[in-house]
């Protein structure tokens, strides 16, 4: 249950950053194009590491593809 609640969590704040970035107002001054977004979310808590990956269809506004990962699946990398 917790692991179906934190997916929610991830893809509701996916799509409220993307709606807030692609709103109206922001497409106008931004000359945005009508097509398929991603949105990659990165969600810590109490030793909890996962990435969720939110693909989006702006024409429609349906959520195309929800997808979580571990983050132990990647390598790290530092930057310098």
Known sequence: ???????V????ISALSLGWVFGSTQAQDAGVEIGRYQQSTVFRQEGLDR????VLD???GE???LSRYDTGDY????VR
């Open 1 to 7: 249950m917790r692991n179906r609640n934190s997916l």
């Open 9 to 12: 969590f991830a893809a509701a």
């Open 51 to 54: 990435i969720y990956v939110t």
């Open 58 to 60: 702006t024409a429609t």
């Open 63 to 65: 959520v195309v593809r």
């Open 75 to 78: 390598e790290t990398v530092k």
